[in-house]
């Protein structure tokens, strides 16, 4: 079979909260079950309701971003991500019609679906509903007549009567088929905390989670109609590349870039670590939970986002780590950290309680967590200088979701300030983001290295550049 043929399906609903991560978790469970390579993605910029699908598919769950990536990026990195799989579940953003603007459909689910010509199904929340959910049904499928909406799922359904109502309803009035439905049941429901759902990774016992999700979903979902509906997607557009690029493999002295992975540093797009790989960086990771620092022959670090608010004893504990960093900082070895990796990079942490925990101390300033969500959107990010990752003057699209600010009482200078940062709404104002010294950069923002492939490969210089010098 070929990867532009691959058999896909999106699980989309009507607003957030249906259930659609849980819905797609157990279908990837369920056909994985059946012998099935399933190559999970989530659309838009999420990073926690992948690490649930990375479980349930035993492989990493890719983000499909129709804001961070153009049609032709977004196609190439779907098509190299199912290069050896079976069928590709994709899970939605928000509401099926959400995207990053009020006025067209950009980033939304439903333009990621036409993109790969991909039918859709639409969890239905069913709680508190009965023929009304027929109208929610009917209502998205005359939003946009180009959209494949093919089934529905029914969710939260408070018997198998309620459940058989409500399918009787949607297929009468609007011809489509119930595919099958999950019942009340807070066994089935992935906890929750700000910043969303509870990481896969996290969760104390989300592999029995999963398990009893797919369970759920092979007993009372019609898989085998769903394979037939995910097999009728259209063939992928020429633009797809389907290669995997290999730039800088064979390289004779390979940088090494230590990676922080753990419960909190979670937050990474897989293709930025994959693209470092491809132009020629190696990648030692190592756990500042478990005590671990960067080696002492890594030729720079990146910090990716998480919840370091949720571990800052632990961290303070860690001086092994500050040391370490301290030390790359002083030979102006590449440091590139990501929200919850700025973080920590500053002074001190100081959580909701007030508490104050020591951290790197390599940014003035604090990090401090709000009770409020602080930030949340798609950015537009243009350097102020060169830094590690491109020119000056030139802007990237990043996003942010955050529950802390930076706090600073020291005077920051202008060539202090990484990135002039704007909102992707016409009404959003602009403003300063971000610290640069250096090889030092560190945000708020996350950045999807394959909106450029000169991201990576800049980063792979700049870290030859600091083994050359050392």
């Not at 659309?43 to 649930?52: E, F, L, T, V």
């Not at 990146?302 to 002083?330: K, M």
Request: proline share 4%.
């Amino acid at each position: 079979m070929s990867v532009r043929n691959i058999p896909r399906i999106v699980i989309g609903a009507a607003a957030s909260g249906a259930g659609k991560t849980t819905v797609a978790a157990g279908l990837i469970a369920a056909l994985r079950q059946q012998g099935l390579v399933v190559q999970p993605f989530k659309c838009g910029p999420d990073y926690i309701d992948p690490s649930y699908h990375e479980r349930a598919a035993g492989r990493p769950c890719r983000n499909l971003d129709a804001w961070m990536l153009n049609d032709s990026q977004l196609l190439e990195g779907f098509a190299r991500a199912c290069q050896d799989a079976d069928i590709a579940v994709i899970e939605g953003v928000m509401g099926l019609f959400d995207g990053s603007n009020w006025h067209d459909e950009r980033a939304s689910t439903a333009r990621i679906a036409k993109l790969l010509g991909a039918p859709v199904i639409l969890v239905v929340d069913i709680a508190g509903a009965a023929r009304s959910a027929a109208a929610v049904v009917l209502g998205c499928q005359h939003f946009d007549s180009d959209l494949l909406l093919r089934g529905a799922i029914l969710n939260f359904a408070g018997s198998e009567g309620h459940a058989k109502g409500c399918a009787e309803a949607i297929t009468t009035i609007t011809g489509l088929p119930v595919l099958g439905w999950l019942p009340r049941d807070s066994k089935l429901q992935i906890p929750e905390r700000h910043l969303g759902l509870v990481p896969g990774g996290e969760h104390s016992d989300s592999s029995s989670l999963i398990t009893s999700i797919a369970a759920a979903v092979a007993a009372r979902f019609d898989l085998a109609t769903i394979g037939d509906l995910a097999g009728t997607a259209g063939e992928l557009p020429e633009m797809a590349v389907t290669g995997k690029a290999v730039r800088h493999s064979a390289r004779a002295h390979r940088p090494v870039i230590a990676v922080a992975r753990d419960e909190a540093f979670c937050f990474y797009y897989p293709e930025n670590l994959e693209l470092l790989v491809e132009e020629g960086a190696d990648i030692e990771y190592f756990s500042p939970l478990r005590g671990e620092r960067p080696g002492l022959t890594v030729d720079g670090v990146y910090l990716g986002g998480g919840y370091p608010e949720l571990h800052a004893s632990e961290l303070t504990a860690n001086v092994g780590l500050w040391r370490a960093l301290r030390d790359l900082r002083a030979r102006d070895a590449p440091i590139y950290a990501e929200c919850g990796g700025f973080m920590v990079l500053t002074s001190a942490l100081i959580d909701c309680e007030g508490r104050r925990w020591p951290m790197a101390g390599l940014i003035p300033g604090v990090a401090r967590m709000t009770d409020k969500l602080a930030a949340l959107g798609y950015r537009y990010a243009s350097a102020t200088r060169a830094n590690l990752l491109t020119d000056g003057g030139v802007e990237l699209r990043a996003h942010e979701f955050r529950y802390s600010n930076w706090v600073c009482d020291e005077a920051i200078g202008a060539d202090d300030i990484a990135w002039r940062v704007r909102g992707a709404r016409a009404e959003a104002p602009a403003d300063s983001g971000g610290f640069i010294n250096g090889n030092l950069l560190a945000s708020y923002l996350h950045i999807h290295f394959g909106q450029r492939f000169d991201l990576a490969s800049r980063l792979v210089e700049k870290l030859i550049e600091a083994r050359s010098h050392a």
